[in-house]
């Protein structure tokens, strides 16, 4: 996030199918995500045969989800695509690259013929007709998988597992968008979303998952993002971790139907290159000083001349205003930002929210805090109320909208750098159930990602100021 007066250019991706999930070397959010329940009853070795399999933790895993994948994918596909499943032919295959068995490989080798050394930090599909041994399969690295689990919780493999067979159902119906690799990695996200909600509604046989947990998955997902500045025309793009989130989130909404609708040449994403040398020496992100100049100037633009256009009124801009530690009497003592009516300000804490979310997250982790109260100052004017689950999730939803404006260009004062939307999804998950941040509305950090992006999707009139 810099400030400019330059519009925000949003290139089209044209690039080859990617076939698998990459790691990027991305950061990983940090935090502990509790794991999911065990699930049901585990599938039986010989009943879902996967070769190379050593019955860890994560082949475990893999084999409960693989098997509840193909009976949602045989509910599903005759009402999504008129037909029905045909099972893949090809296999599953599990290794251990760093202990390596070549003779529980048939001609050593694994999907795409490959040898299993080659699906190291990875899982990938091998679609059919690509003139290989072993196609139509799913390989994985279970060592991989099993540190997925380790830090982020055991339903993370699992949703790895049902994005590669996102990839399988892609490969019997057609890729999207001429095959262009973010297009295709993304409707695989939202295939995974869509048996994500599958099972959390309680129709899988053998795997579970909660609500609760639903946030430590998101945190989960940052590891598979494209590093910030990849370039959506590569032909290996996946997404930022904001379009791949976004993707399970369509899913987990809309069901197989928005994934099979919603990945065409026409959707947006935002993943960009950097601007030039500099904001990409800075990580996209402004020197710390200037960052609460950028948030009194943009805020208040964007708001004064979306409210005239989109809800036919005039804004009146309310105060802006750090503290220090002690929060302002018409706070609660304990309160990190915030919105007083009485003295129309919003109100955040320099020492305790934006420095810290500046240093662990980025620069528009603190703009999204302060989008946050200035939301509910916006739904002050409208007479609206700025204290319960609609108020937050309005604001969040304002916050979306307000990012999605500026990465259009339309913030003169500000231009956005890749990763920025990324910071504003894990600002919030990391603070969505902080009381001290965001009113304790029964909200998760889940719930407030969809709201932000059903604002950066529809625009200000999607937040229910409606008056």
Same mark, same amino acid.
């Given at each position: 996030?810099?400030?400019?007066?330059?519009?925000?250019?949003?290139?089209?991706?044209? &690039?080859?199918?990617?076939?698998?999930?990459?790691?990027?070397?991305?950061?990983?959010? #940090?935090? #502990?995500?509790?794991?999911?329940?065990? $699930?049901?009853? =585990?599938? @039986?070795?010989?009943?879902?045969?996967?070769?190379?399999?050593?019955?860890?933790?994560?082949?475990?895993?893999?084999?409960?989800?693989?098997?509840?994948?193909?009976? +949602?994918?045989?509910?599903?596909?005759?009402?999504?695509?008129?037909?029905?499943?045909?099972?893949?032919?090809?296999?599953?295959?599990?290794?251990?690259?760093?202990?390596? =068995?070549?003779?529980?490989?048939?001609?050593?080798?694994?999907?795409?013929?490959?040898?299993?050394?080659?699906?190291?930090?990875?899982?990938?599909? *091998?679609?059919?007709?690509?003139?290989?041994?072993?196609?139509?399969?799913?390989?994985?690295?279970?060592?991989?998988?099993?540190?997925?689990?380790?830090?982020?919780?055991?339903?993370?493999?699992?949703?790895?597992?049902?994005?590669?067979?996102?990839?399988? &159902?892609?490969?019997?119906?057609?890729? /999207? %968008?001429?095959?262009?690799?973010?297009?295709?990695?993304?409707?695989?996200?939202?295939?995974?979303?869509?048996?994500?909600?599958?099972?959390?509604?309680?129709?899988?046989?053998?795997?579970?998952?909660?609500? /609760?947990?639903?946030?430590?998955?998101?945190?989960?997902?940052?590891?598979?993002?494209?590093?910030?500045?990849?370039?959506?025309?590569?032909?290996? @793009?996946?997404?930022?971790?904001?379009?791949?989130?976004?993707?399970?989130?369509?899913?987990?909404?809309?069901?197989?139907?928005? *994934?099979?609708?919603?990945?065409?040449?026409?959707? &947006?994403?935002?993943?960009?290159?950097?601007?030039?040398?500099?904001?990409?020496?800075?990580?996209?992100? %402004?020197?710390?000083?200037?960052? %609460?100049?950028?948030?009194?100037?943009?805020?208040?633009?964007?708001?004064?001349?979306?409210?005239?256009?989109?809800?036919?009124? !005039?804004? %009146?801009?309310?105060?802006?205003?750090?503290?220090?530690?002690?929060?302002?009497? *018409?706070?609660?003592?304990?309160?990190?930002?915030?919105?007083?009516?009485?003295?129309?300000?919003?109100?955040?804490?320099?020492?305790?929210?934006?420095?810290?979310?500046?240093?662990?997250?980025?620069?528009?982790?603190?703009?999204?805090? &302060?989008?946050?109260?200035?939301?509910?100052?916006?739904?002050?004017?409208?007479?609206?109320?700025?204290?319960?689950? !609609? @108020?937050?999730?309005?604001?969040? *939803?304002?916050?979306?909208?307000?990012?999605? @404006?500026?990465?259009?260009?339309?913030? /003169?004062?500000?231009?956005?750098?890749?990763?920025? +939307?990324?910071?504003?999804?894990?600002?919030?998950?990391?603070?969505?159930?902080? $009381?001290?941040?965001?009113?304790?509305?029964?909200?998760?950090?889940? #719930?407030?990602?969809?709201? +932000?992006? #059903?604002?950066?999707?529809?625009?200000?009139?999607?937040?229910?100021?409606?008056?």
């Amino acid at each position: 996030m810099t400030a400019t007066s330059r519009p925000v250019a949003l290139a089209a991706g044209l &690039v080859s199918l990617a076939l698998v999930l990459s790691g990027c070397g991305a950061t990983l959010v #940090q935090g #502990q995500a509790s794991s999911a329940e065990p $699930p049901i009853t =585990d599938v @039986a070795p010989d009943q879902f045969p996967i070769t190379g399999a050593a019955e860890t933790p994560a082949d475990v895993t893999a084999r409960n989800a693989l098997a509840d994948l193909n009976d +949602f994918w045989a509910q599903q596909f005759p009402d999504v695509y008129g037909e029905d499943f045909p099972q893949l032919t090809g296999g599953y295959f599990s290794v251990d690259p760093g202990d390596v =068995d070549e003779s529980a490989y048939p001609g050593g080798e694994i999907g795409c013929g490959a040898a299993p050394e080659e699906v190291e930090q990875n899982a990938f599909y *091998c679609p059919p007709d690509v003139g290989t041994s072993n196609e139509d399969s799913i390989s994985y690295d279970r060592a991989f998988l099993q540190e997925l689990a380790d830090e982020y919780g055991r339903f993370l493999p699992a949703l790895i597992m049902a994005h590669e067979f996102g990839h399988a &159902v892609q490969g019997r119906v057609g890729y /999207p %968008a001429n095959d262009t690799s973010i297009n295709t990695e993304t409707q695989a996200d939202c295939f995974a979303g869509a048996w994500t909600r599958w099972v959390a509604d309680g129709n899988a046989a053998h795997e579970t998952i909660r609500a /609760p947990e639903l946030d430590g998955l998101l945190a989960g997902y940052s590891i598979v993002r494209d590093p910030p500045g990849t370039s959506p025309d590569d032909n290996q @793009a996946h997404g930022s971790y904001f379009d791949r989130v976004s993707a399970i989130q369509d899913g987990y909404d809309g069901g197989a139907a928005a *994934c099979r609708d919603n990945y065409e040449s026409d959707r &947006v994403f935002t993943q960009t290159e950097f601007l030039d040398d500099e904001d990409l020496a800075n990580d996209g992100n %402004a020197p710390p000083d200037e960052v %609460a100049g950028l948030i009194q100037t943009a805020l208040p633009g964007y708001y004064t001349d979306s409210f005239p256009d989109d809800l036919g009124t !005039d804004f %009146a801009d309310p105060t802006i205003e750090s503290f220090d530690g002690a929060a302002p009497d *018409c706070l609660s003592p304990d309160s990190k930002a915030g919105y007083c009516a009485d003295d129309d300000t919003v109100y955040y804490d320099e020492s305790d929210l934006a420095e810290p979310a500046y240093d662990e997250i980025g620069d528009f982790a603190v703009l999204t805090a &302060v989008a946050i109260p200035y939301g509910l100052a916006a739904r002050s004017q409208l007479g609206l109320s700025t204290d319960d689950e !609609d @108020a937050i999730r309005s604001a969040a *939803c304002q916050a979306g909208a307000f990012s999605g @404006a500026a990465l259009y260009g339309e913030v /003169p004062t500000i231009q956005l750098s890749p990763g920025d +939307f990324d910071e504003a999804v894990t600002f919030l998950l990391t603070y969505g159930k902080d $009381p001290t941040v965001f009113p304790d509305v029964s909200l998760s950090g889940f #719930q407030l990602v969809d709201v +932000f992006r #059903q604002g950066f999707l529809y625009g200000l009139t999607s937040c229910g100021l409606d008056t």
